[in-house]
T-cell receptor, first 113, second 113 residues
Framework: EAQVTQNPRYLITVTGKKLTVTCSQN?????MSWYRQDPGLGLRQIYY???????DKGDVPEGYKVSRKEKRNFPLILESPSPNQTSLYFC????????????FGPGTRLTVT | GESVGLHLPTLSVQEGDNSIINCAYS??????FIWYKQESGKGPQFIID?????DKRQGQRVTVLLNKTVKHLSLQIAATQPGDSAVYFC????????????FGSGTRLLVRP
């Protein structure tokens, strides 16, 4: 089944404890992206990747890192999480080189205390 | 700043009626617009997209209309069904990069039986 998977689905952590949210797609897609979703703010793009080893900042990249060492994986890293990073995070992938017809993962609910 | 807004945060329609969800955008140079549907507890799902060289595009029971003169985008759903109940997001290309998407805050569609 073609899909985007994220792990973990739920995470509660404390301020400053490094964490990684994994994202994997099995569709051989070129483009991948991370978004955060907060009430009243819609989805905001954190980082995106046009291909392996090619990443760039979205609108809200502060406090996040990403890497794209393999085509299928695009992990999101929070080196020192803070409470304002409490949010619902979505990974997405697209068959083209841009954000067209993206397939979204199921989401990761992160709480930072 | 750049924004994608919506006229109505919540739309309630009778089952079987047509629904129209509106969206205003700010980037007059945007070449690409897209609609997503998000059901409760799930990631967004692609519905339909349109490029700036078109005024209208039809899919299965859905039509997207683009009015570049007034920077307005709308999603029409024919014969609305209970399964259409969800939050609908419009999005446009960012002004600074065609690899980035700017999302609106969403409209909740409620279908009355």
């Amino acid at each position: 089944e073609a899909q985007v998977t994220q792990n973990p689905r739920y995470l509660i952590t404390v301020t400053g404890k490094k964490l990684t949210v994994t994202c994997s797609q099995n569709m051989n897609h070129e483009y991948m992206s991370w978004y955060r979703q907060d009430p009243g703010l819609g989805l905001r793009q954190i980082y995106y990747s046009m291909n392996v080893e090619v990443t760039d900042k979205g609108d809200v990249p502060e406090g996040y890192k990403v890497s794209r060492k393999e085509k299928r994986n695009f992990p999101l890293i929070l080196e020192s999480p803070s409470p304002n990073q409490t949010s619902l995070y979505f990974c997405a992938s697209s068959p083209g080189t841009g954000p067209y017809e993206q397939y979204f993962g199921p989401g990761t609910r992160l709480t930072v205390t | 700043g750049e924004s994608v807004g919506l006229h109505l945060p919540t739309l309630s329609v009778q089952e079987g009626d047509n629904s129209i969800i509106n969206c205003a955008y700010s980037n007059s140079a945007s070449d690409y617009f897209i609609w997503y549907k998000q059901e409760s507890g799930k990631g967004p799902q692609f519905i339909i997209d349109i490029r700036s060289n078109m005024d209208k595009r039809q899919g299965q029971r859905v039509t997207v209309l683009l009015n570049k003169t007034v920077k307005h985008l709308s999603l029409q759903i024919a014969a609305t069904q209970p399964g259409d109940s969800a939050v609908y997001f419009c999005a446009e290309e960012a002004a600074d990069s065609s690899y980035k998407l700017i999302f609106g805050s969403g409209t909740r569609l409620l279908v009355r039986p």
